[in-house]
């Protein structure tokens, strides 16, 4: 920060325009309020949606903008309604930080589905202030979107669970993509795929990854421990899986065909859309034949995520 005048309590990286360049920036976070906490943030993950937030490539960006949505740290303060955090605890954030709390999305603790939810950065919250993210050295959060870190976790290790991570686990709970001896491909191998992986090898599943880069091999199969590694060009190796899998985890974000990838399920097999591909094409046959299931995807509600923290820990 040095050769900028101090105007706030938080410092922060921020970017001023559609060249995506972050600078140093500093600005006042509000005062904790009697259900908010505030936390010291550790760490921060980066996320694909700070690349294209900050770049203004899916419009709507609001500068200067702070990203960050895969907030871990530490538990400075809390309000006097606060019941589930007290000072010191290891806490995080996600990619939401405020909803309407009273619709039936929210009763069912499907948060990030309210029509009024209140994104964690370049989001307009309840007051009229644009939300500014973790890329920062503190937030303040009403304590229904902040969630508990468990002991002995690691703080750095959390963070990436908390959009990346949860974005994967919750359509595989939900379409019950979490059964030992099936088996799993997953599309693309950045930070989705990794958490795609890595949840898969943990459900028991047999996991197959999909990649336009062969360079990516040794990683999915040394590292990460996948069964098998298919170079999506080559076309015999894609024919070869030919409804062979039970469930298809996309997490590709470049547009790509989704025939290829969905005439390798298997009778009522699932593949599950995760990534923002700018459209999507498809033949109806693909689906029809064999009765195969084509779903969306996107983060998940606080009692998942919580849930997801506690697996993984």
């Given amino acids: ?43 921060c993950g980066v996320c694909y949606a700070d690349v294209y937030s900050t770049r203004h490539q899916h419009n709507g960006t609001i500068y200067p903008l702070v990203p960050g949505h895969e907030i871990t740290g530490v538990v400075t303060e809390v309000g006097s309604n606060v019941t589930q955090f007290k000072v010191g605890d290891h806490v995080g954030v996600g990619t939401y930080v405020n909803s309407c709390k009273d619709c039936e999305r ?69 379409h019950k993509m979490n059964q030992p001896g099936k088996s799993l491909g997953v599309v693309g191998l950045g930070g989705l795929g990794h958490m795609a992986v890595k949840f898969g090898k943990a459900f028991g599943l047999n996991v197959s990854v999909f990649s336009t880069s062969e360079s990516k091999r040794d990683e999915a199969i040394n590292i990460l421990g996948a069964e098998k590694f298919v170079l999506s060009s080559d076309i015999q190796q894609m024919q070869e899986m030919e409804s062979k899998l039970d469930f298809i985890v996309d997490t590709a974000a470049g547009d790509h065909p989704l025939d290829p990838y969905l005439n390798m ?49």
Avoid at 109 to 116: A, I, M, P, S
Avoid at 119 to 125: L, M, W, Y
């Fill in 106 to 174: 929210c009763s069912n603790f499907l948060e990030v589905h309210c029509k009024k939810v209140v994104f964690t950065f370049n989001g307009i919250d309840y007051d009229g202030t644009i939300t500014k993210g973790g890329y920062s050295s503190l937030i303040v959060v009403h304590e229904r979107y902040c969630f508990k870190i468990p002991d002995g976790y690691p703080l750095e290790f959390a963070a990436p669970l908390l959009c990346a991570g949860i974005t994967v686990y919750k359509p595989m709970m939900h």
């Fill in 265 to 313: 399920l298997d009778v009522h097999g699932i593949m599950v859309l995760v990534g923002f591909p700018s459209e999507i094409k498809l033949s109806p046959i693909s689906l029809s034949i064999g009765a195969r299931n084509l779903a969306g995807s996107v983060t998940g509600g606080t009692k998942d995520t919580q849930s997801m923290l506690e697996y993984c820990t």
């Fill in 1 to 43: 920060m040095e050769g900028e005048e101090a105007k706030g309590n938080c410092l922060a990286w921020a970017a001023r325009d559609p060249s995506g360049i972050l600078s140093p920036y500093q600005f006042d976070r509000r005062a904790v309020g009697s259900d908010d906490v505030a936390l010291e943030i550790k760490y």
